[in-house]
C-alpha cells in the first residue's frame, strides 16, 4: 500500500540554524500538506500545496517558513533560523482530491536545542 | 470560524468496557467533513473515518462505531469491548474543503488489562 514518508525521522539543530525536512508524498495526489504537534499537544495546520504553490498558510507560517516541491516527488518544509519553540514533530500529508482523506506520513521530530 | 473541541482530556477504561469519545464542532458552512484519526504510542497518524455533512447515517466498523448527529453538531466515536492496542490519542478534524484540517484538542485513551 503507498505511503507518504518522512525524512529524518528526527533532527537536532542549533537555534539559528536552517533546516529542511523532507516528504515524499504518495504519487498520484494532488494536494500537499505540513503540520506540526508540539508534544503532547494538539496537530496544527501549516500550510498546503497545491499546483505548485501556496493554497493556504496558518499565522504560524510566517517568512522564516517555506515549502517547495522540487521535483516531481519530493515536497520540502524549510525552516530558515530555528527558534527554540520550533521543536515539534512535523507531519507532512497528502491527498488525492479537496476534502478527501488525508495520508500522514510518519512525522519528524525536530529538536532545537 | 470554524472549531473542534474535545473536552474529554483523558479517559481509563478496564479492557472489555465500553468507551464514547465525543467531538463537537463549530461551524457555519453547509458542506463539511468530518474526520478521525488515532495516535498510538508510535506517533503517527491513523485514518479512521470520513464524514461528509450530508450523511448522517452511523456508521460501524468491527468494534468501532460512529455516530453523527448534526442537530448537537456531535460526531462520537465509540469502541465496542475495548482492548489494550486501542490506547492511544484521538482526534476529531474537520475539513470545510478549504485546504486544511482543524484538529480538536485529542482525547488520551487509556486502556487498562
Known amino acids: 500500500e503507498p505511503e507518504v514518508t518522512q525524512t529524518p525521522s528526527h533532527q537536532v539543530t542549533q537555534m539559528g540554524q536552517e533546516v529542511i525536512l523532507r516528504c515524499v508524498p504518495i504519487?498520484?495526489?494532488?494536494?500537499f500538506y505540513w503540520y506540526r504537534q508540539i508534544l503532547g499537544q494538539k496537530v496544527e495546520f501549516l500550510v498546503s500545496f497545491y499546483n505548485n504553490e501556496i493554497s493556504e498558510k496558518s499565522e504560524i507560517f510566517d517568512d522564516q517558513f517555506s515549502v517547495e516541491r522540487p521535483d516531481g516527488s519530493n515536497f520540502t518544509l524549510k525552516i530558515r533560523s530555528t527558534k527554540l519553540e520550533d521543536s515539534a514533530m512535523y507531519f507532512c500529508?497528502?491527498?488525492?482530491?479537496?476534502?478527501?482523506?488525508?495520508?500522514f506520513g510518519p512525522g519528524t521530530r525536530l529538536t532545537v536545542t | 470560524a470554524q472549531k473542534v473541541t474535545q473536552a474529554q482530556t483523558e479517559i481509563s477504561v478496564v479492557e472489555k468496557e465500553d468507551v464514547t469519545l465525543d467531538c463537537v464542532y463549530e461551524t457555519r458552512d453547509t458542506t463539511y467533513y468530518l474526520f478521525w484519526y488515532k495516535q498510538p504510542p508510535s506517533g503517527e497518524l491513523v485514518f479512521l473515518i470520513r464524514r461528509n455533512s450530508f450523511d448522517e447515517q452511523n456508521e460501524i466498523s468491527g468494534r468501532y462505531s460512529w455516530n453523527f448527529q448534526k442537530s448537537t453538531s456531535s460526531f462520537n466515536f465509540t469502541i465496542t469491548a475495548s482492548q489494550v492496542v486501542d490506547s492511544a490519542v484521538y482526534f476529531c478534524a474537520y475539513d470545510s474543503g478549504t485546504y486544511k484540517y482543524i484538529f480538536g484538542t485529542g482525547t488520551r485513551l487509556k486502556v487498562l488489562a
Open positions: 500529508a497528502s491527498t488525492p482530491a479537496l476534502a478527501g482523506e488525508q495520508y
Open positions: 504519487s498520484n495526489h494532488l494536494y
